[in-house]
């Protein structure tokens, strides 16, 4: 009787990790490629692949999205029956930067990312944008095998601790929102997570968003600065920060944070931000003007 209930209780146990293998989130890759236009042109290059630190965050039972928002679109698709695995819409800088006066007359290269479950098997990124109709066109393909011996799988550190400002649950149902700091030295930490957590008070107590806060979890990074305060070229030389953040963009366009040129909003798509800043869904930026 003894033997039949420990068999019992062991294979109990298999099937219990065997299921949870199973259901494991998979890792999360990032596809770093550098977008480039002017006036009547445009252009992508692969910069490098990525597995980030952090296992995929997102609902996977919404691995394709039927929304129809974005100015851009990315799918990801199995290279062999081509049925996709993945799909975003999405809106970039360069997208908002294209409208813009100074568009017409010079090129830019902007740096940006794509973010998707980790493939078992090799696939194709196929990177769409809306037409004059409104329709996604095509506009760039890579193939990406998770074998290749090149794609990155360092552990990057964390450049500063990640602050829990508020979780309200999994980050799989949860909108993950994301505070980076920029201009705070290594002692305006306690500013900066003040300011935070006074900025995300204000969000909340604003419609919208105040009737739906118990469906976001905020966190918080701020890496330090070399000076305070945020850079101004038009009346001051440029300070030496992580660039998340300044006045007079695009002036700034150099981010060692994220991949796309000056930041006050959009998808955090971390390139050197470290283990805690991947998890993320949306970021907005505190900067330091104390000085």
């Known amino acids: 009787m003894i033997n039949r209930v420990f068999i019992v209780l062991h294979i109990s146990a298999l099937f219990f990790v065997l299921?949870?293998?199973?259901?494991?989130?998979?890792?999360?890759?990032?596809?770093?490629?550098?977008?480039?236009?002017?006036?009547?042109q445009e252009l992508f290059s692969l910069d490098r692949v990525v597995i980030e630190?952090?296992?995929?965050?997102?609902?996977?039972s919404k691995a394709i999205d039927d929304t129809n928002l974005g100015k851009y679109f990315f799918e990801v698709k199995d290279q062999t029956?081509?049925?996709?695995?993945?799909?975003?819409?999405f809106a970039s800088i360069y997208g908002e930067w294209e409208t813009t006066d100074e568009a017409k007359s010079i090129v830019r290269t902007f740096q940006e990312s794509l973010r998707f479950p980790a493939p078992a098997t090799p696939?194709?990124?196929?990177?769409?944008?809306?037409?004059?109709r409104?329709?996604?066109?095509?506009?760039?393909?890579?193939?990406i095998d998770p074998q290749d011996q090149f794609i990155d799988r360092s552990k990057s550190p964390a450049p500063a601790p990640v602050i829990t400002i508020q979780k309200t649950g999994d980050p799989a149902?949860?909108?993950?929102?994301?505070?980076?700091?920029?201009?705070?030295?290594a002692a305006e930490a306690q500013k900066f997570e003040a300011d935070a957590r006074r900025l995300t008070e204000v969000l909340f107590a604003t419609s919208p968003f105040k009737e739906h806060r118990k469906d976001f979890n905020v966190w918080a990074l701020c890496?330090?600065?070399?000076?305070?305060?945020?850079?101004?070229?038009?009346?001051?030389?440029?300070r030496s920060t992580n660039r998340i953040c300044g006045w007079d963009p695009p002036a700034i366009r150099?981010?060692?944070?994220?991949?796309?040129?000056?930041?006050?909003?959009?998808?955090?798509?971390?390139?050197?931000?470290?283990?805690?800043?991947?998890?993320?869904?949306?970021?907005i930026s505190a900067t330091s003007t104390s000085r």
């Open 19 to 40: 299921s949870a293998s199973a259901f494991a989130a998979p890792q999360t890759m990032r596809l770093d490629y550098y977008h480039t236009g002017g006036h009547q």
């Open 53 to 60: 630190p952090l296992p995929w965050p997102g609902d996977l």
């Open 81 to 89: 029956t081509k049925r996709v695995l993945y799909s975003r819409g």
């Open 123 to 132: 696939v194709e990124v196929v990177l769409k944008k809306r037409d004059a």
């Open 134 to 143: 409104n329709v996604f066109r095509d506009l760039w393909s890579t193939v």
């Open 173 to 185: 149902t949860k909108v993950d929102f994301l505070i980076l700091g920029d201009g705070y030295t």
């Open 223 to 238: 890496p330090p600065a070399a000076e305070s305060g945020i850079s101004r070229p038009s009346s001051a030389p440029i």
């Open 254 to 283: 150099a981010s060692s944070i994220l991949p796309i040129g000056t930041p006050a909003r959009g998808w955090v798509c971390a390139r050197g931000a470290g283990a805690g800043a991947r998890r993320c869904s949306r970021a």
